[in-house]
């Protein structure tokens, strides 16, 4: 797996950015969200990238919408983005009492405590919904818990987000075959392992699998993981109950997970996504280019519809 490219920013930079995430972990959660609800249309006013992309991804799974349905979707889609952002440092940073008094509920909580009692690891299938990091957070704070990490393109604030996600015992892994190797071990001991499913995979690491109806590029180390394991999947997400906290899902995933197939399983994967977007659409980070992949499968062919795209 390829890595980012690192970023030149200077260390006083990365200094002013942790900074921030200090500051703003002091705030109360009502403020983060208005500060977003105020932010997330401007977001959408003149920031042309993440407007574009988000309202092109909404038309292609939504096409039933109006125009204006699907503008004001995009526009509390942003605000949702814009406060993810601003709650990192509250995930990383916040007195860990004060992250655990805002999940306000769990549901699902037994699928996970089911598959260990019977021995088995579970892989959590983490989307870009709602606060993913409260996810960690909960996750880490309850059950040995293994995820992989990406060191971030700026090199300095590395040891700043390793330190927030690994606070409650997390253990990070890297995004290449050795950390491939830990998420098995951590399987074959009855542990959680956490997986981002709707990242684009490196070319080679992945297939083709419809997501809404269309292909999309989609990993293949679920079903690797779950063939030399049985472990049980679920999707898991940290919805956000605006200015008040969040509400933790564990879902039953699509059984083509469990496919030896892996353009099956890939679908399955696809599906979980789905169905936890269908929790609130708003809550998911539709700037994300999901599609880009087909994109690049069709250059030389600029009269098939999907070329648009992006």
């Given amino acids: 797996m390829s890595r ?7 260390p006083l930079q990365a200094k002013l950015i942790a900074g921030l995430w200090r500051v703003l972990a002091s705030c109360r959660l009502g403020l983060l969200w208005r500060l977003a609800r105020i932010a997330g249309p401007l977001v959408h006013r003149f920031s042309r990238r993440e407007r574009e992309v988000t309202e092109i991804n909404l038309a292609e799974v939504y096409p039933e919408q109006s125009d204006a349905e699907r503008r004001h979707l995009a526009r509390h889609s942003l605000a949702h983005s814009t406060a993810t952002m601003l709650e990192l440092g509250f995930a990383w940073m916040a007195e860990p009492g004060r992250v655990e008094r805002s999940i306000l509920d769990v549901h699902g909580r037994d699928l996970l405590d089911d598959a260990r009692t019977e021995g088995r690891g579970v892989i959590v299938l ?3 919904f709602g606060n993913w990091e409260v996810l960690n957070f909960w996750l880490s704070s309850h059950f040995p818990f293994t995820a992989m990490y990406e060191p971030p393109k700026i090199a300095a604030l590395d040891p700043v987000i390793r330190h927030g996600r690994e606070r409650m015992g997390a253990s990070l892994v890297p995004t290449n075959p050795r ?3 830990s998420l098995l071990k951590a399987l074959k ?3 959680a392992v956490g997986i981002l499913p709707d990242q684009e995979p490196d070319w080679g690491s992945g297939v083709f699998a419809p997501f809404y109806g269309r292909l999309a590029y989609t990993a293949t180390l679920l079903p690797k993981l779950v063939a030399r394991t049985q472990a049980r999947v679920v999707t898991g997400v940290a919805q956000r109950v605006p200015g008040r906290g969040f509400v933790i899902h564990f879902l039953e995933a699509d059984p083509r997970v469990y496919e030896t197939d892996e353009t099956a399983s890939a679908a399955g994967v696809n599906a979980c996504v789905e169905a936890a977007i269908a929790l609130e659409p708003a809550q998911y980070q539709w700037e994300y280019k999901r599609y880009r992949k087909v994109i690049e499968e069709l250059q030389g062919h600029p009269d098939h519809p999907s070329f648009r795209l992006y």
């Fill in 189 to 191: 001991r009855s542990e």
């Fill in 4 to 10: 980012k490219p690192r970023s030149s920013a200077s």
């Fill in 126 to 128: 983490a989307p870009h």
């Fill in 179 to 181: 950390g491939v190797a």
